[in-house]
Nanobody, 119 residues
Framework: QVQLVESGGGLVQPGGSLRLSCAAS????????MNWYRQAPGKEREWVAV???????NYADSVKGRFAISRDNAKNTAYLQMNNLEPEDTAVYYC?????????????WGQGTQVTVSS
């Protein structure tokens, strides 16, 4: 079991930056890939970024070059650095921990943190 708590959301002007944190409790954090998703009002949840247990990263095209995902296994924490924010980035951001064990996928989710980009 993994419990996830996001923090760092808030209101920011276009062009600004925020860093989201996802603190994990439970065992074996380093074995999980960590994802960030977001959900804007009236839209489906969409995947934003992933960092694997080995440290490899990948991003949605909409955030590539602006967002950076990282992790600190010693602190059981994943981060999403968001730069040059746009109003279209406004959403609730969710942290996800994912692991596949013997062909079965295990997913754990945080409660979400609101990011609002507005002048």
């Amino acid at each position: 079991q993994v419990q996830l708590v996001e923090s760092g959301g808030g209101l920011v002007q276009p062009g600004g930056s925020l860093r989201l944190s996802c603190a994990a409790s439970g065992s074996s954090f380093s074995l999980y890939s960590m994802n960030w998703y977001r959900q804007a009002p009236g839209k489906e949840r969409e995947w934003v970024a992933v960092i694997s247990s080995g440290g490899g990263t990948n991003y949605a095209d909409s955030v590539k070059g602006r967002f950076a995902i990282s992790r600190d296994n010693a602190k059981n924490t994943a981060y999403l650095q968001m730069n040059n924010l746009e109003p279209e980035d406004t959403a609730v951001y969710y942290c996800n921990a994912r692991r596949v064990i013997m062909g079965r996928q295990y997913d754990y989710w945080g409660q979400g943190t609101q990011v609002t980009v507005s002048s």
